[in-house]
């Protein structure tokens, strides 16, 4: 069993396919549950050359777990480079999650390094697999926090021979319009709350008027006349039938000619031309009764028109939101057109909103959320709008969360994706993050506010050093050249602000650093903004003064947990200022 189905010159098979039924007792017998296998071997290779091999007599109760050492070399080997597929080692509870049927909407709760990335594209590669003609119809999607994360994971599924799914971020998904500006957080904020989509589908609801007038159209030969109660009836009938309102447009015109089409019948005994009927679905009278009730609209005239009124966001908003907030949202100097106006990551997200309204989107079959924890109720709604007939596989940590509008509950995030019923299952064991850094960083768990599970690493080698420094510039360069005698990936992770700076002083030292969207890079060396680091991992890290990491943002406490569990080996954190107050107690000072 492999990573791909290979088969001998006659045709037989020699190797199976991870994700063939077969292949499931590989993962799942256990002593306890041997589904029929006696003995389970375990290859390991490098570089097309057989270097062990390792037996489980299940039939003699002998099981090694995670005591493999198969499995503890492919954990403990040196990253470098993009994230590889773990295929030979993938865990019972993992394949449990990976296997789950394609209509099973699932969330995954788990601690830093506990394989969440992994399961979620093992996933995706699985329901290919076996649901090939219908997901390649339908499509799948993977949606990450940002390109450097994206760019890290995009090897894994080609390595598995899967090169139809697409990457994305949320922002690029919902790019309808170019983001030209930013506002205040607090602004962004309101703007992701889930009120908004209420607002925004009375702002809708709102354009459709009252018929006031008959239409009267003349063909030439007769005058044709609709009163005022049947226009009446076409537009309740058609407004209680709940659809896009783009398309409820259509269906009212297409009511209406087709009450034209009746009277010409019963007048002429026969039914009209294609092309009669044609013109009079764009005929002056009928478009002018269209514009009067149930105007065109797009997503973003919508959003341009209530954020430039007063009166038309309280018609929408009253009830909904307080007068505070209303003004909030009011833009000081509209711009005149909705083509001119400098639209925010946030305005993206309510025109994405407005489009769901408008019109329907097309949707995947199955859509992997990695750290999703940071997803607002908006950007879940703009997510569900494109798994609305497919299924979801959440991935994330709640402790993570470091948006302002991060996830405290999964259940909410999971009714916002309009999944409300997905089970939501831990992942406690790590695979990353040695003990004794999982210890350092879980003292930040009680200052996060959050309730998950706690997890056990599997890594009880690795190294932790804490370190006063009188310069953090040269304690970083020469903590970057220690680093650099063991093997593998080195990260120096700091506050934003701070980066150009480390990078520079590295450079004059003679170090070649990468950026983390080059994972191709030949630099072993990766200077990281703490903002980017969600999701990556590096054999060294090197953390530069995690009280600036702290106070760059109000959620900073979570950054800093993200920050420190990123390391895979060694963890060097290096400070000027003292410690932030919640990891005093673990320092080695
Ligand atoms: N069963 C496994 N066998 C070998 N390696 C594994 C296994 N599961 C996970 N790993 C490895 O552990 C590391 C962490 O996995 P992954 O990035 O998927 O964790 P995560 O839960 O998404 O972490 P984070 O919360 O930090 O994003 C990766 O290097 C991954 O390849």
């Given at each position: 069993m492999?990573?791909?189905?290979v088969?001998?010159?006659?045709g037989?098979?020699?190797?199976?396919?991870?994700?063939?039924p077969?292949s499931?007792?590989f993962?799942?017998?256990?002593?306890?549950?041997p589904q029929g296998?006696?003995?389970?071997?375990r290859?390991?290779?490098s570089?097309g050359v057989?270097?062990?091999?390792?037996?489980?007599?299940l039939?003699?109760g002998?099981?090694l777990g995670t005591?493999?050492?198969?499995l503890?070399?492919?954990?403990e080997r040196?990253?470098v480079?993009p994230m590889r597929?773990i295929?030979?080692?993938?865990?019972?509870?993992?394949d449990?999650?990976?296997?789950?049927d394609?209509?099973d909407s699932?969330?995954?709760?788990?601690?830093?390094g506990?394989?969440?990335t992994a399961?979620?594209?093992h996933r995706?590669a699985y329901?290919?697999y076996?649901?090939?003609?219908?997901l390649r119809?339908a499509?799948v999607l993977?949606?990450?926090?940002n390109?450097?994360f994206?760019?890290y994971?995009?090897a894994?599924?080609p390595?598995l021979?899967?090169?139809?799914v697409?990457?994305?971020?949320?922002?690029e998904?919902?790019?309808r319009v170019?983001?030209?500006?930013v506002e205040?957080?607090?602004?962004?904020?309101?703007?992701?709350?889930?009120?908004m989509a209420?607002?925004l589908?009375?702002a809708?609801?709102?354009?459709?008027g009252?018929?006031?007038?008959s239409?009267?159209?003349?063909d030439?030969s007769f005058r044709?006349?609709?009163?005022?109660e049947p226009?009446h009836?076409i537009v309740?009938?058609?407004?209680?039938?709940?659809?896009?309102?783009?398309?409820?447009?259509e269906?009212v015109?297409?009511?209406v000619v087709s009450?034209?089409?009746?009277?010409a019948?019963?007048?002429?005994?026969?039914?009209p031309?294609?092309?009669?009927?044609?013109?009079?679905s764009r005929?002056r009278?009928?478009l002018?009764?269209?514009d009067a009730?149930w105007?065109a609209?797009?997503?973003e005239?919508?959003?341009?028109g209530?954020f430039?009124?007063?009166?038309?966001l309280?018609?929408?908003?009253d009830?909904l939101?307080?007068d505070?907030?209303?003004?909030q949202?009011?833009?000081a100097k509209?711009?005149?057109t909705p083509k001119a106006?400098?639209?925010?990551?946030?305005d993206?997200?309510?025109?994405d909103e407005?489009?769901?309204l408008?019109?329907?989107?097309?949707?995947?079959?199955?859509?992997v959320?990695?750290e999703?924890?940071d997803?607002?109720?908006m950007?879940c709604r703009?997510?569900?709008r494109?798994s609305?007939?497919?299924?979801v596989t959440?991935?994330g940590?709640?402790?993570?969360?470091?948006a302002?509008?991060a996830?405290?509950?999964?259940?909410e995030?999971?009714?916002?994706?309009?999944?409300p019923?997905?089970v939501?299952?831990p992942l406690t064991?790590?695979?990353r993050?040695?003990a004794?850094?999982v210890?350092?960083?879980n003292l930040?768990?009680p200052?996060?506010?959050?309730d998950?599970?706690?997890a056990e690493?599997?890594?009880h080698?690795?190294?932790l050093?804490?370190?006063?420094?009188a310069d953090?510039?040269?304690?970083?360069v020469?903590?970057?050249?220690?680093?650099?005698?063991h093997d593998g990936s080195?990260?120096?992770?700091?506050?934003?602000d701070?980066?150009?700076?480390l990078?520079?002083?590295?450079?004059e030292?003679g170090?070649?650093t990468?950026?983390?969207?080059?994972?191709?890079a030949?630099?072993?060396v990766?200077?990281v903004?703490?903002?980017?680091v969600?999701?990556?991992e590096?054999d060294h890290v090197?953390?530069?003064?995690?009280?600036?990491?702290v106070?760059a943002e109000?959620?900073?406490l979570?950054?800093l947990y993200?920050?420190?569990?990123?390391?895979v080996?060694?963890?060097a954190?290096l400070?000027?200022?003292?410690?932030p107050?919640p990891?005093v107690?673990?320092?080695?000072d």
């Amino acid at each position: 069993m492999g990573r791909r189905h290979v088969t001998d010159e006659r045709g037989e098979p020699l190797v199976l396919d991870w994700r063939a039924p077969v292949s499931r007792s590989f993962y799942r017998a256990s002593v306890r549950d041997p589904q029929g296998v006696a003995v389970r071997r375990r290859f390991g290779f490098s570089n097309g050359v057989l270097t062990s091999f390792e037996d489980e007599r299940l039939d003699r109760g002998e099981e090694l777990g995670t005591t493999s050492r198969i499995l503890t070399a492919e954990i403990e080997r040196p990253r470098v480079g993009p994230m590889r597929d773990i295929v030979a080692t993938i865990q019972p509870e993992q394949d449990e999650l990976v296997r789950a049927d394609l209509a099973d909407s699932i969330c995954v709760q788990g601690a830093p390094g506990t394989g969440k990335t992994a399961v979620g594209l093992h996933r995706a590669a699985y329901l290919l697999y076996l649901h090939r003609e219908r997901l390649r119809r339908a499509g799948v999607l993977i949606v990450g926090p940002n390109r450097a994360f994206l760019s890290y994971i995009a090897a894994v599924l080609p390595a598995l021979g899967e090169v139809e799914v697409e990457q994305a971020t949320v922002e690029e998904l919902i790019s309808r319009v170019a983001v030209r500006a930013v506002e205040a957080p607090a602004v962004a904020t309101l703007k992701h709350d889930v009120r908004m989509a209420s607002v925004l589908r009375r702002a809708v609801q709102g354009q459709i008027g009252t018929p006031t007038d008959s239409i009267t159209v003349s063909d030439g030969s007769f005058r044709w006349r609709i009163g005022v109660e049947p226009l009446h009836r076409i537009v309740e009938e058609t407004r209680r039938e709940g659809l896009p309102y783009g398309t409820g447009r259509e269906r009212v015109q297409a009511r209406v000619v087709s009450l034209l089409q009746r009277q010409a019948e019963a007048r002429r005994a026969e039914s009209p031309s294609d092309a009669w009927l044609r013109r009079m679905s764009r005929c002056r009278p009928v478009l002018d009764f269209l514009d009067a009730v149930w105007p065109a609209l797009t997503p973003e005239g919508l959003v341009h028109g209530l954020f430039s009124d007063p009166t038309r966001l309280a018609a929408a908003a009253d009830g909904l939101l307080s007068d505070a907030e209303q003004a909030q949202l009011i833009w000081a100097k509209p711009a005149r057109t909705p083509k001119a106006t400098r639209w925010t990551a946030a305005d993206a997200v309510l025109i994405d909103e407005a489009t769901g309204l408008l019109e329907r989107l097309s949707g995947f079959g199955h859509v992997v959320v990695d750290e999703a924890q940071d997803l607002s109720p908006m950007q879940c709604r703009a997510i569900a709008r494109r798994s609305e007939h497919g299924s979801v596989t959440l991935l994330g940590d709640l402790a993570q969360g470091t948006a302002p509008w991060a996830a405290t509950d999964w259940r909410e995030s999971l009714a916002h994706l309009g999944k409300p019923d997905a089970v939501v299952v831990p992942l406690t064991v790590g695979f990353r993050v040695p003990a004794a850094v999982v210890a350092f960083a879980n003292l930040l768990l009680p200052a996060l506010a959050v309730d998950v599970p706690p997890a056990e690493s599997l890594r009880h080698d690795g190294g932790l050093d804490v370190r006063t420094v009188a310069d953090l510039t040269s304690a970083t360069v020469a903590e970057v050249r220690a680093a650099l005698a063991h093997d593998g990936s080195v990260g120096v992770i700091a506050a934003d602000d701070a980066v150009d700076g480390l990078r520079a002083a590295l450079a004059e030292a003679g170090v070649e650093t990468a950026t983390a969207d080059d994972v191709a890079a030949a630099e072993r060396v990766t200077v990281v903004p703490a903002t980017l680091v969600k999701g990556l991992e590096y054999d060294h890290v090197v953390v530069v003064e995690p009280a600036a990491i702290v106070a760059a943002e109000p959620r900073g406490l979570h950054r800093l947990y993200v920050v420190l569990t990123r390391a895979v080996s060694r963890l060097a954190v290096l400070h000027v200022a003292a410690l932030p107050a919640p990891l005093v107690d673990g320092s080695a000072d």
